[in-house]
């Protein structure tokens, strides 16, 4: 949301410098103290609805989005049942539990702040989402490329948006024999893990409708592209979509948002909008809101690819390319003065930063260790080393 608040002043400091001023200018924008409410997610009328409450910040800020912890959150039904969203261990994130929402009714989110402000998005009826019929890839000499099909029979989804979720292996190119702990040097009593999982969430927005086609039918939309070497094909990979169903409003305020954050970069590229969406303060209706609550089902679908299966060819990188190779720790060096062996190992493994790999001998003499940095000895620091349940 930050960068959806800051395009007009990134455009604004963009025109000022190619009109040749000299001296700097702070629009009174950049240095705005208002941070308004950003609602993010939607009602799940068939499982866990999941909200994020946060603020915005000015766009000098070196910080990451303020959340809104400690308010209160509820699905409310028009006319009719109420459900109460809790704060997680996450804050500023909110889930209900388990629901079936009646596809006849209308449903808004209505929140009341920690500060007293209230906040309610419009009701809106329940959208059915079609299953997706499959998710495929096809390698050409260049990329990799994933695509959802979809369709819906009754031609009345027409509006639909995906999100991702990636996961995939990740193996360290170093397997150490020892552990420097206590103060000294031993033989490793716990080995590092030898596998571990990347996972990262979609940002990007990905959106499509079928208004113009005479059938509701989605046919090869393209939700991710990879080149020959992206590491993540290294070994083996794994993408869930998640498809929604939106109404046209809902779409609207999604294509303006893409718009808003990704075609923005030039003189030549549109201008943006203001960008709301249907919450709205019921305290003060002059105090503005960002996010759209639509209610809606939700489908999803998962494959997996293996290195084995795409072109031999393709040089497809680790992740661990400038791990190579490792250092050396030398405990004992020819030019005077003889260092200590135990001020050396010290100096180069007590805050954590590098690890051991293996010993280095000359002539059958220990002259010292192989190692390298965390990063890349330890595969930890780049995922999770707990196999997912779903990984097969």
Do not use: E, M
């Given at each position: 949301m930050r960068t959806i608040l800051s395009t007009v002043q990134v455009l604004l400091c963009s025109c000022l410098l190619l009109s040749g001023c000299i001296e700097p200018y702070a629009p009174e924008a950049i240095s705005s103290t208002k941070n308004y409410l950003v609602v993010d997610g939607f009602i799940n009328s068939k499982g866990i609805t999941t909200i994020n409450l946060a603020r915005t910040y000015d766009i000098s800020a070196n910080t990451t989005p303020p959340v809104e912890t400690k308010a209160s959150v509820a699905i409310e039904e028009e006319g009719g049942m109420r459900y109460v969203l809790l704060e997680s261990v996450t804050k500023g994130t909110y889930t209900s539990a388990s629901l079936t929402l009646n596809s006849a009714k209308n449903y808004r989110l209505f929140l009341r702040t920690a500060a007293g402000q209230e906040y309610a998005s419009t009701y809106v009826p329940v959208k059915t989402t079609p299953a997706i019929d499959n998710i495929a890839w096809r390698a050409t000499d260049a990329r990799l490329n994933i695509y959802v099909n979809s369709h819906d029979d009754a031609n009345k989804t027409q509006y639909y948006r995906w999100e991702y979720e990636e996961t995939w292996e990740i193996m360290s190119r170093y397997v150490p024999q020892f552990e420097y702990k206590n103060g000294k040097m031993q033989d490793l009593t716990t080995p590092l893990p030898r596998t571990c999982w990347g996972n990262i969430r979609s940002t990007d927005i990905k959106i499509s409708n079928t208004t113009r086609l005479n059938r509701d039918v989605v046919s090869d939309f393209l939700v991710r592209s990879f080149s020959t070497r992206a590491n993540q094909l290294r070994y083996r990979y794994s993408i869930l979509v998640r498809q929604h169903a939106l109404t046209p409003e809902e779409y609207a305020y999604w294509e303006l948002l893409k718009k808003n954050t990704e075609n923005i970069g030039t003189l030549f590229d549109p201008l943006p909008a203001q960008l709301t969406g249907n919450v709205n303060c019921l305290n003060d209706a002059a105090e503005l809101a960002i996010g759209y609550v639509g209610v809606h089902s939700l489908a999803e679908k998962r494959i997996f690819v293996n290195r084995s299966e795409l072109p031999t060819g393709w040089q497809v990188q680790d992740g661990y390319e400038d791990c190579v190779p490792p250092?050396?720790?030398?405990?004992?060096?020819?030019?005077?003065?003889?260092?200590?062996?135990?001020?050396?190992?010290?100096?180069?493994?007590?805050?954590?930063?590098?690890?051991?790999?293996?010993?280095?001998?000359?002539?059958?003499?220990?002259?010292?260790?192989?190692?390298?940095?965390?990063?890349?000895?330890?595969c930890r620091t780049r995922g999770t080393a707990t196999r997912p349940s779903f990984w097969q």
């Open positions: 250092d050396t720790v030398f405990l004992y060096k020819p030019a005077p003065p003889p260092p200590d062996p135990v001020q050396v190992l010290q100096a180069a493994f007590s805050n954590g930063s590098s690890l051991p790999i293996g010993a280095v001998y000359d002539h059958g003499f220990l002259i010292g260790y192989t190692a390298k940095s965390k990063d890349c000895v330890d």
